[in-house]
């Protein structure tokens, strides 16, 4: 963005505040139902600066929500996310409501985009954008992935234990493999190193061979230039970014070549080139979503490999660090024998923090998750609990309220997966009619998708909502200090609490009791639009009880300009809701309590609990 559009942005920001604050009442410029006067310019823009995702008014944005969905790897749908719009808009709503996601990861496939070389499919291509534009109309952004995993199906035969997805078949034919087979492959990931014939493609596809990557970039280029032209331009804004190349890995590397070197030579100039293919698109102000070599920040040393971009230079706002993280200790079922614990990924997580920081970009961990079948799914409510709690802040629960200021920036991410079809598929595997795919993602025996479908057709959590649906600050007013959040999620019949509050703060523990809290620090940064919080289904508006230098309250009113604490619908129609905190001053030190936990609590119990924070905050941070 330049800078007068940016200063003409903000004018028109500061006008429209201040004609809500006089009681006009502006119309939203985006559309959605239940948009109030800040959710148009906010929607408008989505940049990169300093570190975090910016909206138009300046806040920190938080993205949080689901890949959708593995169902593009299959057949079943034509390599669409859904067999219908109506579909969409069905998973669009429940992500909405039931699993708090504010955006998605949506999958795309280049073999269906380009099933004949040089020819790209406008019947995929439009499909693709109606149902982009289900989700976008729901209020929640989208960043589209072009979406491989073992280069191709086409690489695989009929009767194969394998399979993959992403190039077309013609792009396979041109190269000739060699019979594909992995040897002793006990999960489907060892194709990436073993398979001969994935190790080749994958090579061929990085030196361009045959044009194959050129190919691509120009498929690529005209998606992106038809879901532009068919987008309203309020429709094109919740589109914030794009992943070019899911889960880049060299296939092989050349004599004298290292994971870092080839990530220098061949992957970052790809990403240049896409940069290149996302401007001539019409995509020039929104970042693009660019992976590390694969195998970058595995936790299994044996399969570690140096990179991260190390050698990329600053990355600015043009680009956003992006990577994935699996605990495949966890779902080796061997390296890890019990569950997770607190602050089991805090350093994982901490690393790409870290890596981002040093690149001059923020981070999004697009892909994360656990089994929900099969031998270690025991192991999901705890693992995926640890995984969002390092994705909230990068201190453990038992450290959390000693040093707060040390939480770090909450990260952004994406759960893998969310698919409608779970369990319900119908898949001819490599197209065998012998081998029709019918449980879990249909895909490689993998099952982890958060939802499913009962048998009336209504979309239903496979995971418990305490952990999917969250308290988040989903953008903040100023700058994010710290956050925390006890979900008291479930394993089984255990609750899980590994933020317990204190005991030098016995009226806040009492006020909390055994009730889901989160608690975020920030410092004012001078605008008139508030902080926002989702707020998970738990917590009716009747149960919320927030304790804040702002104030303390039961039950918050309905949103106006000068109420301080505030709930309200989010954008979208969906039914889910915000919370909203509203503090115009600059540079100061705030904070907000929100629990689910208080049973009409006592004034001199909110009264006390909240000076107790106070004391807490200014000790804790500005020691």
């Known amino acids: 963005m330049s800078k007068l559009r940016a200063r003409l942005l903000g004018v028109l920001v500061l006008l429209t505040g201040f004609l809500s604050a006089v009681g006009a009442q502006p119309a939203a410029a985006d559309g959605l139902p239940d948009s109030l006067w800040f959710d148009a310019p906010a929607a408008a823009t989505l940049t ?24 593009t790897k299959l057949e079943e749908n034509s390599g669409l996310p859904f067999a219908s719009v109506a579909d969409a808009k069905k998973s669009a709503t429940a992500l909405r409501a039931l699993g708090g996601g504010n955006s998605v990861r949506f999958l795309l496939s280049w073999a269906h985009a380009e099933p004949v070389r040089g020819q790209v499919d406008s019947a995929y291509l439009a499909a693709v954008t109606d149902q982009i534009r289900a989700f976008l109309d729901a209020g929640i952004r989208v960043y589209p992935d072009f979406h491989q995993d073992l280069y191709s199906r086409y690489l695989f035969n009929s009767g194969s234990w394998y399979t993959g997805d992403g190039a077309p078949k013609w792009a396979v034919d041109a190269g000739n493999y060699p019979s594909e087979s992995c040897g ?8 990436i190193t073993q398979n001969g014939a994935v190790k080749q493609a994958q090579y061929d596809f990085w030196h361009n061979a045959y044009g194959v990557q050129d190919a691509f970039l120009t498929t690529a280029q005209a998606t992106m230039t038809y879901v532009k032209q068919h987008l309203t331009a309020a429709q094109f804004a919740g589109l914030v970014g794009f992943d070019p190349f899911n889960e880049p890995y060299a296939g092989t590397y050349d004599s004298g070549q290292t ?48 990179g991260g971009l190390l050698d990329a230079g600053t990355l600015g706002a043009r680009y956003v660090f992006n ?32 890596r981002a920081s040093a690149a001059g970009t923020t981070a999004i961990v697009s892909e994360f998750g656990h089994p929900l079948s099969g031998t270690v799914s025991g192991k999901a409510p705890t693992v995926d609990k640890a995984m969002y709690q390092a994705l909230d802040s990068r201190l453990p629960g038992s450290t959390w309220w000693t040093k707060p200021a040390s939480s770090g920036p909450v990260l952004s991410g994406t759960q893998w997966q969310w698919d409608l079809y779970s369990g319900r598929h119908h898949e001819l595997m490599n197209g065998n009619a012998s081998k029709v795919l019918t449980t879990g993602d249909a895909w490689n025996d993998e099952d982890l998708s958060a939802v499913r479908l009962d048998d009336s057709g209504t979309a239903v959590l496979r995971q418990d909502a305490r952990l999917l649906d969250r308290l988040y600050p989903s953008a903040t007013s100023g700058s994010t200090v710290a ?22 703060l016995p009226h806040v523990s009492q006020l909390v009791g055994s009730g889901q809290y989160g608690l975020l620090l920030w410092r004012s940064g001078g605008g008139s639009a508030p902080t926002e919080l989702h707020l998970p289904a738990s917590f009716p508006t009747a149960s919320t009880t927030v304790v804040s230098d702002l104030g303390a309250t039961i039950s918050p009113p309905a949103y106006t300009t000068t109420t301080p604490i505030a709930v309200a619908p989010e954008p979208g ?15 100061t030190l705030h904070y907000a309590l929100v629990t689910n936990g208080a049973t009409a609590p006592s004034a001199d119990l909110l009264s006390t609990a909240r000076s107790e924070l106070s004391s807490w905050a200014a000790s804790s941070v500005n020691q």
């Open 259 to 306: 994971s870092r070197t080839w990530e220098r030579d061949l992957l970052w100039p790809f990403y240049v080139k896409f940069r290149a293919r996302m401007d001539a698109a019409g995509w020039q102000d929104k970042p693009a979503f660019v992976e590390a070599n694969l195998f970058w920040n595995s936790n299994i040393d044996s399969q570690k490999q140096e």
């Open 573 to 587: 129609g969906t039914g889910s809701r915000r919370l909203l905190l509203t503090a115009p001053d600059s540079g």
């Open 48 to 71: 990169v600066d300093k570190g975090h995702f910016l909206d138009g008014l300046g806040r920190e944005v938080v993205l949080r929500g689901y890949n959708v969905s593995g169902e």
């Open 323 to 354: 990577t994935h993280f699996y605990d495949q200790k966890a779902i080796s079922g061997i390296l890890m024998w019990g569950n997770a614990a607190d602050g089991q990924y805090a350093t994982d997580f901490g690393t790409v923090r870290d």
């Open 483 to 504: 956050f925390t959040y006890e979900d008291r999620s479930r394993d089984g019949s255990t609750t899980l609490t590994w933020n317990p509050v204190p005991s030098s």
């Open 184 to 191: 002793i492959c006990i999960f489907w990931g060892q194709n």
